[in-house]
């Protein structure tokens, strides 16, 4: 599985399509992600805003694995692997969690769509995911054939970024 947001498991990634994997949030509190080697290029982690926050798609960093690293973010944070340019790498994700902060409205509200507040612009392109996001074609046209199990959830119609509305 190609993305960093599979599980509690050691990941084994490789040199795959591109449209592969996109930014998505966990519904952890907070995620360990160590790079536990192999030789690679590419195979950035980009960073983008907060699920329901105004600028959740909107790049803020960009993370570069090194082995014997951890990267560690919330599981809000929308994220998303870049492309492993040429050979192998392996990462151990460590998602932490806790069930009364699962009940609260704070993790409710973005999950549920709840508390969205509307974007303040359009998503940057690397913060778009082609299996969450219902605007994918208003920005990067057809979504790709791996894309069709998938029903893009994000963002809600109230939240979504309108040109019409920001006059």
């Known amino acids: 599985v190609p993305c960093i947001c599979v599980g509690d498991q050691l ?3 490789a040199q795959l399509p591109p449209t592969v994997c996109r930014p ?3 519904p952890r509190i907070v995620t360990f992600n160590v790079c536990l080697g192999k030789e690679f290029t590419g ?3 980009q960073f983008c805003g907060v699920l329901g926050d105004p600028d959740h798609r909107q790049a803020k960093a960009r993370y570069h694995h090194q082995v014997g690293r951890c990267v560690v973010h919330l599981g809000a944070q929308r994220h998303g692997a ?3 340019e040429t050979g192998r790498r392996r990462n151990l994700i460590i998602w932490n969690t806790n069930a009364s902060w699962r009940k609260s409205l704070g ?3 973005p ?3 709840i508390t ?3 974007e303040q612009g359009p998503p940057d392109l690397v913060c778009l995911s082609h299996t969450h996001d219902k605007d994918w074609e208003v920005y990067k046209g057809a979504r790709p054939e791996t894309s069709s199990r998938h029903t893009p959830w994000c963002p809600p119609d109230k939240a979504r970024f309108r040109e019409d509305a920001a006059v």
Request: glycine share 10%; hydrophobic share 25%.
């Open 116 to 118: 969205y507040r509307p």
């Open 111 to 113: 999950q549920h769509q």
């Open 11 to 13: 990941v084994h990634t």
């Open 82 to 84: 870049d492309d492993i």
């Open 107 to 109: 993790y409710i509200g």
């Open 43 to 45: 195979a950035g982690l």
């Open 24 to 26: 998505c949030p966990t």
